[in-house]
């Protein structure tokens, strides 16, 4: 009988157990990177990777800010050059841009695969959380977040419920 045991880290946490011997396998919501992957080649481990879910990306912003949408270029700038936007009336907007937490698989996404591995702008925040993301949206207007939608996509969750009528996606 095969024996698991489980626990839950961070995925650099996860890939450096499972560099270091610590752990015979690891779940984590990307693959590895070129520089993660060339470390494993070194000690002749070549690690595999299998998708078994998918999510997407969800930006959400304080239901009285005056954005209802928000195009792909949009979105692009201001996460990599400002903090501008054009409200839903068409005047411009500042909004302050929050990213849920640093190495999350949303901040891991948007860098590599949005702004081709280029550094978030200056009005970027990393906050500690999804739910501190989440949150502070609530509480601020003019404020927009990029978050995992498994946040809030249950209807039936109490993080959906407590913040129905505060945020808007």
């Known amino acids: 009988n095969a024996s698991v045991e489980l626990f839950s880290s961070s995925e650099n946490e996860a890939i450096q157990a499972l ?6 396998a690891i779940v984590i919501s990307r693959a590895l990177n070129s520089t993660e992957k060339k470390a ?4 002749g481990y070549f690690p595999k990777f299998s998708a078994v879910a998918k999510s ?19 979105a692009l700038s201001l996460l990599g050059k400002s903090g501008t936007t054009t409200d839903s009336s068409g005047q411009n907007i500042d909004l302050r841009v929050l990213l849920d937490k640093n190495n999350s698989s949303v ?3 948007l860098k590599d695969s949005l702004l081709k591995g280029k550094n978030f702008s200056s009005n970027c925040n990393i906050l500690n959380s999804t739910l501190d993301a989440i949150n502070y949206v609530a509480q601020n207007i003019n404020t927009i977040a990029f978050i995992d939608f498994s946040w809030i996509s249950d209807v039936d969750d109490s993080i959906y419920k407590a913040n129905r009528g505060k945020v808007k996606f």
Do not use: D, M, Q, R
Not at 19 to 24: G, M, Q, R
């Open 19 to 24: 560099y270091s011997n610590k752990c015979e």
């Open 107 to 109: 901040v891991h996404y």
């Open 40 to 43: 494993f080649e070194s000690k």
């Open 56 to 74: 997407g990306v969800a930006l959400i912003t304080n239901i009285n800010t005056p954005l209802n949408n928000i195009s792909y270029e949009n």
